[in-house]
């Protein structure tokens, strides 16, 4: 049944893209003002977020300083359709007075999440009492503590001011984007979604320790416990990938959208410093590290340098594998090549048997740093986004200073 609704909506989705305003009218249309807007996901818990219409045809959502503008709204009759900037997921939902209830859909994954908005309503979280202790500070975090193969690490990073709470995680393969919430009595909520993710976090705290659930979508949640440790570091994030022994470069031959077989044997690559890119179209976190990218290189083209990224996408079929690669260039004027690595799954076992020379591929993005001798000098594992603060700041400088260094050598 669920893969029933899947195709129905976006069928009725496709022909409304085919329908304008004039042919069909419409009877609703969003108001302009802020909306809040919730996903349900699993214990009966509502995921919040912000958003705020500037016109009927754009809105800006907001996750503590993230601003995402949203300019692809379709109207039908009494529906809606709203698809975030570079990702797939979108919002389906009929007109309910002022406000909306429909899904959030990702067709793909096969996933639908209940959605609602409620016009005028500026909380992201409501709240019953006042505070009864900061979060403000670095926590020392463990996700899935003793779950064999699933407990990973994180850097707990937040600033309170009154109840208001802003921050992220960090773990060894990047960052948990821009949470926002408060804390009401002993209780930490926190929330964003930006399109590919919706994720909530709660938890109970003490001045000194939280234990809490972490949800994603209405599809996955894990506990997390943490513990204040201002000294914490997380592991550097260049030692964590690396070659196999007896590999001293990499190599692979991935279509283009052209469907042009290119290789780092090609030309343009020669006597140059390259940065590979592993990384995925519908990953947030390569989003953020895609844009720095393709603003370095549009300052940097004219030296000895080339970017090169391998997209490893879950989409079923090479050709929406190819769409999604093209629409993410063109939103964000990304100038230098992406090759489809893979399509139908975003496995990271299945990645690394692309790239066997790797010792693991584990996490979305990866960057490998190549000399002008085709010699692999460091391989990045993650990416500090800008939701990070000052991580993200030593992550920029410590690039651009060791390709000054490449491009001298």
Known sequence: MKYFAIGFLALVMLSCKNETKDQKGINNELKVGTY???????????????????????????????VIEVDEIEYRNDSIFITTPVFEGYIAATFEGDNLSGSFIKESLDRIVPFKAEFNNPNRFSTSVKPLLSVSGVWET?????VEGDEYIAKGIFEQKGQTVTGTFRTTTGDYRYL??????????????????????????????MEGTFYSGNHWKEPFVAKRNADYELPSPNELTFLKEGYESID????????????????????????????????????????????????????????????????????????????????????????????????????????????????????????????????????????TGEKYTEFKAEFEGFVTQLLAE
């Open 142 to 146: 463990i996700f899935s503590e003793g």
């Open 36 to 66: 809040r807007a919730t996903l349900e996901v699993q214990d009966n818990k509502e995921l919040p977020f912000i958003f705020e219409v500037v016109s009927p045809t754009s809105l800006k959502i907001y996750n503590a300083e993230e």
């Open 180 to 209: 926002e919430g408060v804390v009401d009595g002993n209780t930490m909520k926190l929330s964003t979604f930006d399109g590919a993710h919706a994720f909530l976090f709660t938890a109970k705290v003490s001045d000194s320790t």
């Open 252 to 387: 692979f031959e991935f279509p283009n959208t052209s469907d042009e077989m290119i290789s780092l044997k090609d030309e343009q690559f020669k006597d140059k410093v390259v940065i590979v890119q592993v990384m995925g179209t519908w990953c947030p976190n390569c989003l953020d590290e895609s844009k720095y990218y393709a603003d370095f290189y549009q300052k940097n083209k004219d030296k000895d340098i080339e970017f090169i990224a391998l997209a490893f996408e879950y989409v079923k079929d090479k050709e929406t594998a190819f769409s999604r690669i093209e629409r993410l260039k063109t939103k964000i004027g990304i100038e230098y090549p992406i090759l489809l690595a893979q399509f139908g799954t975003s496995s990271k076992t299945k990645a690394q048997e692309k790239l066997p020379m790797l010792n693991h591929v584990l996490s979305y993005p990866t960057s490998i740093f190549i000399d002008k001798s085709g010699k692999v000098r460091k391989i990045h594992t993650g990416f500090n986004g800008p939701a």
